[in-house]
């Protein structure tokens, strides 16, 4: 009798899973055949562009009354899907990155990235992170692509950490961070800066990356007699370790290189489990000289990234409203260590 409700068991998981996978295949599908459709249809707009813009109005006209259930069809996206043809020429030659994209996404990317590189870079950021249209804009005018793949990354990840680790850690840098702020005086503390952060950790979050899971702020680990706290403390799911952050509203100074190493030490002897990687530090200041960045991290065995940061008062309500809910994050990782 067991195994007859065992066997029955598996076979309702066998189907399950089969439609799963077949209505995620049919979702991918379908958004290739409605870009290889607007792809047709910006050829035949383009090859027509001598009757002007008034042929993209008829046009409009003609299709919104012949399915007037379809969206998409006004003037605005009928010349997107001109712009969208014209710039790939061939339907072959559309990255595979693009090609799994909404095509929201994609004219976004065409009509705000020119750049073809940074493009694609940024359609691989999109599906590896789940980018709704309105974060991807956000990520787009913050520049990313320049504080994550251009810009100069001081940290000693290849020197300190397993090739793949490694690899993995220096994505999660990006100098400066930008953290979207409200209510902060100009003439604001690390204690300031640090509340306001967590009075807005949705956007701490989204500037952070994919993976970060905030553990607590000001996180105290004892010794016999004495009692230390760390600015900001999280977990990368990803990584299988702790990030310590520390945030210094002054320049670079070497002996913070120094706290922080303490401080990672600390969490490796107290919090890390032995199915954790070793713990990882991030320090952000407000300025820093890259050749005494180098030597402070010559004197270290922890891994430590180092990056500047600035500080903007406005991030969009839109942007807000996408991302996931304080509930929906998970803030403790009391499951991992049960």
Not at 47 to 67: A, D
Not at 94 to 116: F, G, R
Not at 248 to 270: C, D, H, M, R, W
Not at 293 to 322: C, F, H, M, Q, R
Request: aromatic share 10%; glycine share 4%.
């Amino acid at each position: 009798m067991v195994e007859t409700i065992n066997n029955f068991k598996n076979i309702i998981e066998t189907i399950k899973n089969d439609i799963k996978s077949t209505r995620l295949r049919v979702m991918e599908n379908a958004n290739k055949e409605l870009l290889y459709l607007y792809f047709r249809l910006g050829k035949v707009i383009d090859e027509n562009s001598k009757y002007g813009n008034n042929f993209i109005n008829e046009l409009s006209i003609e299709l919104k009354l012949e399915f007037p259930d379809v969206k998409g069809l006004s003037p605005r996206n009928l010349s997107r899907m001109r712009a969208f043809y014209k710039e790939y020429k061939d339907i072959e030659n559309l990255p595979v990155s693009l090609a799994n994209l909404p095509w929201t996404h994609n004219y976004t990317l065409i009509e705000k990235v020119k750049d073809k590189e940074k493009r694609i870079w940024y359609a691989e950021k999109c599906l590896a992170n789940g980018w709704s249209q309105t974060v991807l804009i956000h990520q787009i005018d913050s520049d990313l692509y320049h504080r994550q793949k251009e810009n100069i990354k001081l940290s000693n990840f290849e020197k300190k950490m397993p090739v793949k680790q490694s690899e993995m850690a220096k994505d999660i840098m990006k100098d400066p961070y930008i953290f979207e702020l409200l209510n902060l005086k100009e003439n604001a503390i690390e204690k300031d800066i640090e509340e306001s952060m967590l009075g807005r950790i949705k956007n701490l979050l989204l500037e952070f990356g994919k993976g970060f899971s905030f553990v607590g702020n000001q996180y105290k680990i004892s010794t016999d007699n004495n009692d230390y706290y760390i600015d900001l403390l999280f977990y990368h799911l990803d990584l299988r370790c702790y990030i310590v952050v520390e945030l210094k509203n002054t320049n670079f100074k070497p002996e913070y290189i120094g706290q922080l190493s303490f401080y990672i030490t600390a969490v490796n002897k107290t919090l890390r489990k032995k199915y954790d990687n070793e713990t990882i530090g991030l320090l952000l200041c407000r300025e820093k000289d890259k050749i005494s960045v180098e030597w402070a991290l010559e004197s270290t065995n922890n891994p430590i990234g180092v990056s500047s940061y600035e500080i903007k008062k406005y991030i969009s309500k839109d942007i807000l409203e996408k991302l996931p809910t304080e509930e929906d994050i998970n803030l403790h990782i009391n499951v991992k260590n049960e």
